[in-house]
């Protein structure tokens, strides 16, 4: 959760810190819970790392979860919540036409920073996506980010502003192999 404390998206949505460090907990729960049911949540330690990642056969969640997230969002968000959700459908205009892998969320914790765990991360995760062979789908608001994700194999496909003034890049990584 202190992954995402300092995150463009999560700050804007709550940018109250105590209002996040109240709310976090019980949303990442909540969202973890989710994923796993609709794709995979993979974990280092007790939240050092975590990348969440919904499966092609369920690239916007399964029926459960597509009533779960408003709710979710909205425990979150509070009276910013028909912002953060207009964002979704921007985004999926820039998704893949095929099924494909999303990776949803990947954060380390900032004292955990710079040690490989990130990479590592995403490395276990591509290399699932890698042995189905399915493109992986993901957005940033982080230039920085995309330069990350470049060394995996991800190519920019959009670079846009959101309604809130942040700047998003979509990115694809074609299946390895």
């Known amino acids: 959760m202190r992954a995402f404390a300092r995150e463009p998206f999560h ?11 109240a709310k976090a907990p019980r949303y990442f729960a909540s969202y973890i819970k989710m994923i ?9 330690g007790s939240g050092q790392g975590a990348a969440l990642w919904l499966s092609p056969d369920k690239p916007g969640g399964g029926m459960l979860s597509r009533f779960q997230v408003p709710f979710v969002l909205w425990r979150l968000a509070g009276q910013r919540f028909s912002d953060v959700w207009s964002v979704i459908p921007l985004i999926n205009r820039h998704r ?3 099924p494909h892998w999303y990776l949803d969320i990947i954060g380390v914790d900032p004292t955990h920073g710079r040690a490989g765990i990130g990479s590592a991360l995403l490395a276990h995760g591509l290399e699932r996506c890698d042995q189905s062979g399915k493109a992986v789908f993901l ?10 994700y470049e060394k995996h194999g991800f190519e920019v496909t959009a670079n846009f502003t959101l309604p809130s003034g942040l700047p998003i890049w979509t990115m694809v990584r074609p299946p390895a192999g």
């Open 96 to 98: 893949p036409q095929d």
């Open 139 to 148: 957005d940033t608001l982080s230039a920085d980010n995309t330069r990350f």
């Open 36 to 44: 796993r049911r609709d794709g995979y949540a993979d974990t280092v």
């Open 11 to 21: 700050q804007w949505m709550v940018p109250d810190p105590s209002a996040w460090a």
